[in-house]
């Protein structure tokens, strides 16, 4: 008889594909297990003892929210409440939201709760993206917080002859067809005063999750990092 | 070749993603050096067979 060959031997390939099987599985349900705490929301503790969490706290509405270049990291991150020059949050600036910057946590989730479901009744991912989910129709919203548009030097606060931010966002999603910002017009969709809250708290609470850099090229926008 | 661990929070995970060479030796440890140990067991069984 002809010598064997290994690679035409059942046996070797049977406890290849076992061993690369078996071990993916248990690679897979690690990688569950650790996206999962990795995912999970932090708490009010958390901001107030300044335990940096890749989500934070719903309260996070409550603090003052800039996204900065990190030198050690190589992409720009969320900063809550200051920076303390190495580009960790301090936790420690606030930022009245509505006019209060003491939202307790019970409030503060119930605002994002609304905020997410009507983020999915009115099926923003139709035009936009949130964390990575969505169309490119309209723009990312993973940061729309941080945009510059949206500051006391951007448009959107004179357009819409509101004061602030957030008072000037939860505007422009009652009524997007009074103020043209973009040859794609947003369509009135019928969102409520309260809804509209919920809403921007929503996108507050998104913009501070450390979501890697990601969107990449946000940090190109004129103003958006460090004020620039 | 390999660059310091900049993550947020340290992760096993969080380490295959820094850079290329981290995931190509990881994978490479896993499957292929198994895969030369089981061909040289399967090649000593089938000569022993014979």
């Not at chain 2, 820094?18 to 089981?38: A, D």
């Amino acid at each position: 008889m002809a010598n064997k060959s290994v690679w035409n031997d059942n046996r070797f390939w049977r406890r290849s594909a076992t061993w690369v099987t078996g071990f993916a599985s248990i690679l897979l349900i690690w990688l569950t297990f650790d996206t999962s705490a990795q995912i999970s929301m932090g708490t009010n503790e958390d901001l107030q003892n300044g335990v940096t969490k890749r989500v934070p706290g719903p309260t996070v509405i409550n603090y003052k929210i800039t996204y900065e270049m990190s030198a050690k990291r190589g992409h720009e991150v969320p900063v809550i409440g200051g920076n303390d020059g190495k580009g960790n949050s301090l936790f420690q600036e606030k930022e009245k939201f509505f006019g209060r910057d003491d939202w307790s946590e019970k409030e503060a989730r119930e605002m994002l709760h609304l905020g997410k479901l009507g983020s999915q009744a009115k099926n923003c991912m139709d035009c936009h993206t949130l964390l990575g989910n969505g169309a490119y129709y309209a723009p990312d919203l993973t940061k729309a917080w941080l945009d510059p548009a949206w500051g006391p030097n951007g448009t959107m606060q004179a357009i819409t002859n509101k004061p602030t931010k957030e008072e000037a966002m939860a505007e422009f999603l009652q009524h997007p067809e009074l103020y043209a910002t973009h040859a794609r017009m947003m369509p009135n969709l019928g969102i409520t005063k309260e809804e509209a809250i919920g809403l921007v708290a929503f996108l507050k609470h998104m913009s501070s999750i450390d979501t890697n850099g990601f969107p990449r090229n946000f940090g190109k926008m004129k103003g958006a990092i460090n004020g620039k | 070749m390999f660059e310091q661990f900049t993550d947020v929070v340290p992760s096993f995970f969080g380490w295959l993603n820094q850079g290329p060479l981290t995931l190509t030796i990881f994978l490479h440890t896993v499957i292929i050096l198994p895969m030369i140990f089981i061909y040289f067991q399967e090649k000593k069984r089938l000569e022993n067979e014979k």
